[in-house]
């Protein structure tokens, strides 16, 4: 009964390789996001959705594309990985702007 | 764009010990949150403040929105080992659906 879950957790991938990262809620929300947590673990907000329109786009390179293919979904694909793109992606959601609720994280390493 | 500046960025203390730790912006919010994520977890909220000058306790954690809105601090009593983790701190603006988040407090706790 996992209320936000993300798969996978784990995701080890080569360089130029093309990923996609699931995320799933069950508490009815509207608005999904999606957040990338460096090394340092900063914290930073890359995307929004709410009722499957994008409302937030943080300057995220194009290479990222999210897909909201109803309410309960945001998918997160990644083209032509990057070392750079090593990090933890997670998950979140929320009713409107109400307390967002996290996913456990996906941990993302690409060699 | 919008920042936090959280203190201190890490935190060494015996067991049985009161924590304190803040969050200041150049900016005003109109919600703080205050967030604590778990090694290989999501942040999990821990309390949620919505008018300034609001005192919330949730056990032994309490927090306050600071009168000008730009800061907010959170205070852990007698901490336990079961405290360790990363404390974030996260901002948002009225109406807004992004959290602009601090860099985190690390607290380890020595038995």
């Known amino acids: 009964d996992t209320a936000v879950s993300q798969t996978p957790k784990y995701l080890v991938t080569q360089m130029g390789n093309d990923k996609s990262i699931k995320c799933e809620q069950n508490?009815?929300?509207?608005?999904m996001y999606w957040y990338k947590q460096d090394s340092k673990k900063f914290l930073k907000i890359m995307f929004s959705y709410n009722n499957k329109e994008l409302i937030i786009n943080e300057t995220v390179p194009n290479r990222f594309s999210p897909k909201s293919p109803d309410k309960a979904h945001l998918n997160l694909h990644i083209n032509s990985l990057e070392l750079g793109d090593s990090a933890v992606y997670f998950c979140?959601?929320?009713?409107?702007?109400?307390?967002?609720?996290f996913g456990p994280g996906t941990r993302l390493l690409v060699l | 764009g919008q920042q936090l500046n959280q203190s201190p960025q890490s935190m060494f203390i015996q067991e049985g010990e009161d924590v304190s730790m803040n969050c200041t912006s150049s900016?005003?919010?109109?919600?703080w949150l205050w967030y604590k994520q778990d090694p290989g977890e999501g942040p999990v909220l821990l309390i949620a403040l919505y008018k300034a000058g609001e005192l919330t306790s949730n056990g032994r954690l309490t927090a306050q929105f600071g009168i000008t809105r730009k800061d907010s601090f959170l205070n852990i009593s007698a901490s336990i080992p079961s405290d360790v983790g990363i404390y974030f701190c996260?901002?948002?603006?009225?109406?807004?659906?992004?959290?602009?988040f601090g860099q985190g407090t690390r607290l380890t706790i020595n038995p």
């Open positions: 900016s005003i919010f109109n919600t």
């Open positions: 508490l009815g929300h509207d608005t």
């Open positions: 996260a901002g948002q603006g009225r109406g807004a659906q992004k959290l602009v």
């Open positions: 979140a959601s929320s009713s409107g702007s109400e307390t967002q609720y």
